[in-house]
C-alpha cells in the first residue's frame, strides 16, 4: 500500500520531513520523497493550466454560439487571428471575443485544443513519475521498530529472555 499524497503535500498538513526521516530508517533512497513532491507541485500546476484551458475552450464555444444566434457575419477563412491576441492566448477575455469574428473565434479554438493536448501529455507525464516514485517509498515505521541495516545484529526479546541473536531454530 502506498502512502497517501496528502503527507506530501505540506500546504495541505503534510510532512515531508517526517517521510525523508522514514526513508532514512529504512535505508532507502531519501531522493524519492523530492522527487514525488516535485512530480506532484509540477502536476498540480498543470492540472490548474489544463482548467484553464478548458475553461477558455467552453468561453469560445459560448461566444461562438452568441454570435451565431445574433446572426453576425462568420468573417472570411482566410482573415488571421490579430497577434496581439495570440500573444494573450492564456488570458482572453469577453471583451475580447467581442472584437472578433466567428472564422477567428474556432481558430482561437482550434489553438487551445492543440493547448491543451501538449498541457495533458505533460501532466501524464508528471503523474507516472510520481506514482513510480510513490511506489519506491515504503509505509511509516513507529517509533518502537529498531533502526538497524542488518536485522542479524539486533537484539530481539522472546518472552521474558533476551537473545543477542535471530535462529529460526529456537
Known amino acids: 500500500?502506498?502512502?497517501d499524497l496528502e503527507l506530501f503535500?505540506?500546504?495541505k498538513g503534510g510532512d515531508p520531513a517526517k517521510i525523508k526521516e522514514n526513508q532514512a530508517k529504512r535505508y532507502k533512497d531519501v531522493t524519492l520523497v523530492d522527487k514525488v513532491v516535485e512530480a506532484d507541485t509540477?502536476?498540480?500546476?498543470?492540472r490548474y493550466q489544463a482548467d484553464n484551458w478548458n475553461k477558455l475552450k467552453n468561453d469560445c464555444s459560448r461566444n461562438i454560439?452568441?454570435?451565431m444566434k445574433k446572426k453576425e457575419p462568420v468573417g472570411d477563412d482566410s482573415e488571421p487571428v490579430p497577434q496581439e491576441v495570440?500573444?494573450?492566448l492564456e488570458s482572453l477575455t469577453e471583451e475580447i471575443f467581442v472584437t472578433l469574428t466567428v472564422n477567428q473565434i474556432k481558430k482561437i479554438r482550434v489553438l487551445i485544443?492543440?493547448?491543451i493536448t501538449k498541457c495533458d501529455a505533460e501532466r501524464?507525464?508528471?503523474e507516472t513519475v510520481r506514482k513510480e516514485s510513490?511506489?519506491?517509498?515504503?509505509n511509516l515505521i513507529h517509533e518502537s521498530v529498531p533502526v538497524s541495516n542488518d536485522e542479524r545484529s539486533e537484539e530481539r526479546r522472546v518472552g521474558k529472555e533476551c537473545r543477542s541473536r535471530w535462529s529460526p531454530y529456537h
Open 1 to 3: 500500500m502506498v502512502l
Open 9 to 11: 503535500r505540506a500546504d
Open 42 to 46: 509540477k502536476w498540480r500546476k498543470l
Open 65 to 67: 454560439g452568441v454570435k
Open 86 to 88: 495570440l500573444d494573450k
Open 113 to 115: 485544443a492543440e493547448a
Open 124 to 126: 501524464l507525464e508528471m
Open 134 to 138: 510513490l511506489k519506491e517509498i515504503g
